[in-house]
Protein backbone atom coordinates (compact mmCIF):
# COMPACT_ATOMS: atom_id res chain seq x y z
CA UNK A 1 0.00 0.00 0.00
CA UNK A 2 1.36 3.33 -1.09
CA UNK A 3 1.75 5.71 1.81
CA UNK A 4 -0.55 8.22 -0.28
CA UNK A 5 -3.47 5.01 0.29
CA UNK A 6 -2.18 4.61 3.96
CA UNK A 7 -2.99 8.29 4.97
CA UNK A 8 -6.24 8.27 3.28
CA UNK A 9 -6.95 5.13 4.85
CA UNK A 10 -6.13 6.54 8.20
CA UNK A 11 -8.13 6.12 11.31
CA UNK A 12 -9.22 9.46 12.00
CA UNK A 13 -9.27 10.97 8.50
CA UNK A 14 -11.55 8.62 6.90
CA UNK A 15 -13.75 8.11 9.99
CA UNK A 16 -14.16 12.10 10.15
CA UNK A 17 -15.04 12.06 6.26
CA UNK A 18 -17.67 9.23 6.71
CA UNK A 19 -19.15 11.43 9.45
CA UNK A 20 -18.88 14.36 7.00
CA UNK A 21 -20.89 12.40 4.29
CA UNK A 22 -23.29 11.18 6.36
CA UNK A 23 -24.41 14.43 8.06
CA UNK A 24 -25.18 15.29 4.50
CA UNK A 25 -27.45 12.82 3.83
CA UNK A 26 -31.10 11.71 5.34
CA UNK A 27 -29.49 9.04 8.53
CA UNK A 28 -32.84 7.37 7.82
CA UNK A 29 -30.89 6.38 5.15
CA UNK A 30 -28.78 3.50 4.95
CA UNK A 31 -27.28 3.88 1.78
CA UNK A 32 -25.12 6.45 1.40
CA UNK A 33 -23.05 5.27 3.95
CA UNK A 34 -23.64 1.73 3.04
CA UNK A 35 -22.51 3.09 -0.59
CA UNK A 36 -18.92 4.79 0.94
CA UNK A 37 -18.19 1.82 2.41
CA UNK A 38 -18.14 -0.61 -0.70
CA UNK A 39 -16.22 2.51 -2.42
CA UNK A 40 -13.85 2.37 0.34
CA UNK A 41 -13.71 -1.65 -0.60
CA UNK A 42 -12.95 -1.03 -4.14
CA UNK A 43 -10.30 1.40 -3.35
CA UNK A 44 -8.34 -1.40 -1.51
CA UNK A 45 -9.32 -0.12 2.11
CA UNK A 46 -10.97 -2.26 4.12
CA UNK A 47 -13.33 -1.02 6.87
CA UNK A 48 -11.70 -1.20 10.33
CA UNK A 49 -13.63 -1.93 13.16
CA UNK A 50 -13.04 1.67 13.73
CA UNK A 51 -14.76 2.49 10.87
CA UNK A 52 -17.83 -0.10 11.71
CA UNK A 53 -18.00 1.66 15.05
CA UNK A 54 -19.44 4.59 13.15
CA UNK A 55 -21.70 2.66 10.74
CA UNK A 56 -23.04 0.93 14.15
CA UNK A 57 -26.80 2.31 15.06
CA UNK A 58 -25.72 1.63 18.64
CA UNK A 59 -22.82 4.26 18.12
CA UNK A 60 -23.29 7.13 20.16
CA UNK A 61 -21.67 9.23 17.41
CA UNK A 62 -24.13 9.38 14.66
CA UNK A 63 -26.73 10.06 17.34
CA UNK A 64 -25.06 13.45 16.91
CA UNK A 65 -27.06 13.94 13.50
CA UNK A 66 -30.21 12.62 14.78
CA UNK A 67 -31.25 16.48 14.90
CA UNK A 68 -31.29 17.14 11.71
CA UNK A 69 -33.39 14.26 11.17
CA UNK A 70 -35.72 15.06 13.69
CA UNK A 71 -39.43 14.64 12.14
CA UNK A 72 -40.17 18.61 13.69
CA UNK A 73 -37.63 19.64 11.68
CA UNK A 74 -39.67 19.78 8.63
CA UNK A 75 -42.37 22.03 8.60
CA UNK A 76 -45.01 19.51 7.08
CA UNK A 77 -43.61 16.45 9.10
CA UNK A 78 -45.62 14.51 11.63
CA UNK A 79 -44.35 11.83 14.04
CA UNK A 80 -45.89 9.29 16.63
CA UNK A 81 -44.65 8.99 20.00
CA UNK A 82 -45.27 6.41 22.55
CA UNK A 83 -44.40 8.14 26.09
CA UNK A 84 -45.38 4.70 28.10
CA UNK A 85 -42.62 3.34 25.78
CA UNK A 86 -39.60 6.02 26.07
CA UNK A 87 -40.77 8.11 29.30
CA UNK A 88 -42.78 5.62 31.32
CA UNK A 89 -42.22 6.84 34.46
CA UNK A 90 -43.09 10.80 33.68
CA UNK A 91 -46.06 9.36 32.08
CA UNK A 92 -47.68 8.13 34.76
CA UNK A 93 -46.44 10.75 36.83
CA UNK A 94 -48.27 12.86 34.39
CA UNK A 95 -51.34 10.74 34.09
CA UNK A 96 -51.56 10.48 38.21
CA UNK A 97 -50.99 14.52 38.09
CA UNK A 98 -53.83 14.79 35.46
CA UNK A 99 -55.68 12.78 37.35
CA UNK A 100 -55.04 14.23 40.75
CA UNK A 101 -56.24 17.45 38.57
CA UNK A 102 -59.89 16.07 38.36
CA UNK A 103 -60.63 18.26 35.22
CA UNK A 104 -63.72 16.88 32.88
CA UNK A 105 -65.24 18.17 29.74
CA UNK A 106 -68.00 20.02 31.67
CA UNK A 107 -65.51 21.84 33.08
CA UNK A 108 -65.30 25.83 32.10
CA UNK A 109 -62.53 27.18 29.63
CA UNK A 110 -62.20 28.97 26.33
CA UNK A 111 -64.43 27.88 23.28
CA UNK A 112 -61.86 26.82 20.05
CA UNK A 113 -62.74 27.61 16.78
CA UNK A 114 -64.99 24.63 14.78
CA UNK A 115 -65.53 25.76 11.03
CA UNK A 116 -65.77 28.50 9.17
CA UNK A 117 -69.34 30.34 8.23
CA UNK A 118 -69.20 31.34 4.19
CA UNK A 119 -67.93 34.52 4.90
CA UNK A 120 -64.54 33.13 6.45
CA UNK A 121 -65.58 33.86 9.83
CA UNK A 122 -64.37 31.96 12.40
CA UNK A 123 -67.34 29.75 14.65
CA UNK A 124 -66.38 28.40 18.05
CA UNK A 125 -67.95 24.92 18.98
CA UNK A 126 -69.28 25.21 22.71
CA UNK A 127 -68.54 21.37 22.70
CA UNK A 128 -64.81 21.76 22.59
CA UNK A 129 -63.11 23.56 25.14
CA UNK A 130 -59.58 24.20 26.06
CA UNK A 131 -58.22 25.31 30.00
CA UNK A 132 -54.22 25.80 30.74
CA UNK A 133 -53.14 23.11 32.45
CA UNK A 134 -51.93 23.70 36.48
CA UNK A 135 -48.40 24.39 37.47
CA UNK A 136 -47.37 21.14 38.97
CA UNK A 137 -49.24 19.38 35.18
CA UNK A 138 -47.20 21.87 33.08
CA UNK A 139 -43.71 21.00 35.61
CA UNK A 140 -44.14 17.25 34.59
CA UNK A 141 -45.46 17.40 31.37
CA UNK A 142 -41.90 19.57 30.69
CA UNK A 143 -40.07 16.60 32.21
CA UNK A 144 -41.88 13.83 30.06
CA UNK A 145 -41.18 15.94 26.71
CA UNK A 146 -37.31 16.62 27.84
CA UNK A 147 -37.08 12.33 28.53
CA UNK A 148 -38.28 11.45 25.38
CA UNK A 149 -36.04 14.12 23.05
CA UNK A 150 -39.25 15.79 22.49
CA UNK A 151 -37.49 19.05 23.45
CA UNK A 152 -34.48 18.72 21.37
CA UNK A 153 -31.85 19.33 24.57
CA UNK A 154 -33.37 22.34 24.84
CA UNK A 155 -34.07 23.91 21.72
CA UNK A 156 -37.58 23.80 22.08
CA UNK A 157 -39.65 24.83 24.97
CA UNK A 158 -42.85 23.46 25.69
CA UNK A 159 -45.77 26.74 25.72
CA UNK A 160 -49.23 27.01 26.83
CA UNK A 161 -50.09 23.21 27.13
CA UNK A 162 -53.75 23.08 27.80
CA UNK A 163 -56.62 20.39 28.20
CA UNK A 164 -58.68 20.41 25.38
CA UNK A 165 -62.10 18.87 26.13
CA UNK A 166 -64.56 17.50 23.46
CA UNK A 167 -68.36 16.59 24.69
CA UNK A 168 -70.05 13.54 23.20
CA UNK A 169 -71.29 15.20 19.43
CA UNK A 170 -68.57 17.93 19.43
CA UNK A 171 -68.30 18.15 15.93
CA UNK A 172 -64.60 17.80 13.94
CA UNK A 173 -63.05 21.43 13.25
CA UNK A 174 -62.01 23.01 9.83
CA UNK A 175 -58.57 22.04 7.86
CA UNK A 176 -55.73 24.46 9.63
CA UNK A 177 -52.21 24.83 10.08
CA UNK A 178 -50.84 26.11 13.66
CA UNK A 179 -47.97 27.91 12.11
CA UNK A 180 -46.21 26.42 15.07
CA UNK A 181 -44.86 23.23 16.55
CA UNK A 182 -47.54 21.41 18.59
CA UNK A 183 -48.14 17.87 20.31
CA UNK A 184 -51.36 16.21 20.75
CA UNK A 185 -51.00 13.57 24.25
CA UNK A 186 -53.87 11.10 24.37
CA UNK A 187 -54.98 10.69 28.13
CA UNK A 188 -57.43 7.97 27.24
CA UNK A 189 -57.44 5.78 23.93
CA UNK A 190 -59.87 6.42 21.21
CA UNK A 191 -58.07 10.15 20.95
CA UNK A 192 -58.05 11.04 16.98
CA UNK A 193 -56.31 13.82 14.85
CA UNK A 194 -57.24 14.53 11.41
CA UNK A 195 -54.01 15.08 9.14
CA UNK A 196 -53.82 15.42 5.50
CA UNK A 197 -50.23 14.87 3.52
CA UNK A 198 -48.64 16.68 1.21
CA UNK A 199 -50.85 15.15 -1.50
CA UNK A 200 -53.52 16.24 0.16
CA UNK A 201 -55.03 13.16 1.11
CA UNK A 202 -56.97 12.79 4.17
CA UNK A 203 -56.13 10.50 7.22
CA UNK A 204 -57.19 9.78 10.79
CA UNK A 205 -54.73 9.53 13.51
CA UNK A 206 -56.08 6.71 16.38
CA UNK A 207 -53.79 7.21 19.63
CA UNK A 208 -54.19 5.13 22.64
CA UNK A 209 -54.07 6.05 26.35
CA UNK A 210 -49.99 7.39 26.67
CA UNK A 211 -49.62 7.87 22.57
CA UNK A 212 -48.96 11.38 21.13
CA UNK A 213 -48.55 12.85 17.70
CA UNK A 214 -46.25 16.19 17.31
CA UNK A 215 -46.51 17.96 14.23
CA UNK A 216 -44.91 20.25 12.27
CA UNK A 217 -46.24 24.57 11.87
CA UNK A 218 -47.28 23.49 8.43
CA UNK A 219 -48.68 20.12 8.53
CA UNK A 220 -52.27 20.59 7.50
CA UNK A 221 -54.54 18.78 10.39
CA UNK A 222 -57.99 19.14 12.23
CA UNK A 223 -59.44 18.51 15.64
CA UNK A 224 -61.88 15.17 15.45
CA UNK A 225 -65.22 14.77 15.80
CA UNK A 226 -66.45 12.28 19.32
CA UNK A 227 -68.99 10.47 19.53
CA UNK A 228 -68.10 10.22 23.67
CA UNK A 229 -66.45 13.14 25.79
CA UNK A 230 -62.68 12.94 25.27
CA UNK A 231 -59.81 15.08 27.02
CA UNK A 232 -56.37 15.17 25.72
CA UNK A 233 -53.45 17.55 26.05
CA UNK A 234 -52.18 20.02 23.64
CA UNK A 235 -48.46 21.90 24.18
CA UNK A 236 -47.06 24.02 21.17
CA UNK A 237 -43.44 23.23 21.00
CA UNK A 238 -41.22 26.49 20.23
CA UNK A 239 -37.62 27.53 19.83
CA UNK A 240 -36.32 30.34 21.87
CA UNK A 241 -37.52 33.18 21.11
CA UNK A 242 -40.30 32.20 18.97
CA UNK A 243 -43.51 33.99 19.70
CA UNK A 244 -46.81 31.75 19.68
CA UNK A 245 -49.35 32.80 17.19
CA UNK A 246 -53.14 32.83 17.59
CA UNK A 247 -53.13 32.62 14.16
CA UNK A 248 -55.04 29.73 13.14
CA UNK A 249 -53.37 30.28 9.55
CA UNK A 250 -55.36 28.45 6.00
CA UNK A 251 -58.87 27.39 6.99
CA UNK A 252 -60.54 24.98 5.03
CA UNK A 253 -64.01 23.26 5.51
CA UNK A 254 -64.32 19.75 5.48
CA UNK A 255 -65.84 18.13 2.13
CA UNK A 256 -68.41 15.52 2.29
CA UNK A 257 -65.48 12.76 1.63
CA UNK A 258 -63.24 13.67 4.22
CA UNK A 259 -65.85 13.69 6.98
CA UNK A 260 -63.88 11.60 9.15
CA UNK A 261 -65.76 8.23 9.36
CA UNK A 262 -64.71 7.87 5.53
CA UNK A 263 -60.92 8.31 6.34
CA UNK A 264 -58.56 5.38 6.27
CA UNK A 265 -56.50 5.44 9.29
CA UNK A 266 -52.90 6.90 9.35
CA UNK A 267 -49.83 5.75 11.02
CA UNK A 268 -46.96 8.67 11.28
CA UNK A 269 -43.11 7.03 11.51
CA UNK A 270 -42.25 7.11 14.96
CA UNK A 271 -40.12 9.57 16.86
CA UNK A 272 -36.41 9.23 16.06
CA UNK A 273 -37.64 6.97 13.75
CA UNK A 274 -34.34 7.13 11.32
CA UNK A 275 -32.39 5.33 14.72
FE1 LIG B 1 -54.55 23.02 15.29
Known sequence: MSPVREKCCSDVLLPLLFLLIFSLFSPSSPLPPLL??????????PPSPLHLLFLSSSS????????????????????????????????????????????????????????????????????????PLEVDQQEILKRMLETSGLLEDGT????????????????????????????????????FLLYKNAAGKAFRISLKAGEGVAFGPECVHAGAGYVKDNMRV???????????TIDTGDITPFKETETQDKLPMFTPLPFNGGM
Open 36 to 45: FFFLLLLLGC
Open 60 to 131: PLPLLFLSSSSPLSQDNSIAHIDFNACAGHEWESFLSAMERGGATVNDGGDQIFSSVDENQNVMDDPNRKQQ
Open 156 to 191: LLPSNPVTLRSKAGGKQQAWHVDLQRGLLIALVSGT
Open 234 to 244: HVYLLKEGEVQ
